[in-house]
């Protein structure tokens, strides 16, 4: 039990680091969905053709933090097709930091960069994964707890203690992985502005 009750606080906490009510696990859910599947839209106005305003932004980008391992900078490959721009930071890694996913096109007579900021593809797929693999274990730990006295032909406290028991590993993994999404967000709170700003001057013109 004081596993449970462990586990139990360590989730209520971590709810309320999200900004959310401890005890409104919708609230929790859809934040947490908020954090990996939101997109925020943006678009850059440049001058010149689409061709034109790629390279001028390629130009200023490292293709890869290769050319650039040991100095802060945004990086990523630039084409008038694709554009996929992050934030660099030697000796410091963040799944959770937002990539910018564009590209060039023609609006109005104007050339505009438009795209999104999102996680990386992968994070949100492992991350998923991950708390798909929860979701189960918890659906588990009730079915166990609800058919094992009937299976074993005892009373219902030993079907509550062994639902409880698998019910454990499950929030302890749950909070483990809420936390992650809260201190990598947390890190990554001014990596879409340094991107946004590098695009800027690049293009020379501000976000529409």
Do not use: Y
Request: proline share 5%; with cysteine.
């Amino acid at each position: 039990m004081a596993l449970i009750s462990g586990a139990s606080a360590a989730t209520g906490a971590c709810a309320t680091q999200l900004g959310a009510d401890p005890l409104d696990d919708e609230s929790v859910l859809r934040r947490l969905s908020q954090e990996f599947f939101g997109k925020t839209p943006s678009a850059f106005q440049a001058s010149g053709s689409p061709d034109e305003a790629a390279r001028r932004l390629a130009s200023a980008t490292p293709r890869s933090i290769l050319r650039t391992l040991f100095s802060e900078a945004v990086v990523g490959p630039v084409s008038a097709e694709k554009v996929v721009l992050q934030r660099h930071q030697p000796f410091k890694q963040n799944a959770l930091t937002p990539e910018f996913r564009g590209r060039f096109v023609v609006e109005a007579g104007r050339t505009v960069l438009v795209g999104v900021f999102q996680v990386n593809f992968f994070v949100r797929v492992f991350m998923t994964i991950w708390f798909g693999c929860i979701a189960v274990a918890v659906v588990a730990a009730i079915v166990e707890g609800a058919t094992q006295p009937m299976r074993a032909g005892t009373d219902w406290a030993r079907g509550l203690v062994s639902g409880l028991a698998m019910l454990g590993p499950a929030l302890l993994m749950g909070a483990a992985g809420a936390v992650f999404v809260h201190f990598g967000k947390r890190l990554a709170r001014g990596d879409e502005s340094v991107i946004r700003e590098h695009i800027e001057r690049a293009l020379g013109a501000p976000d529409v």
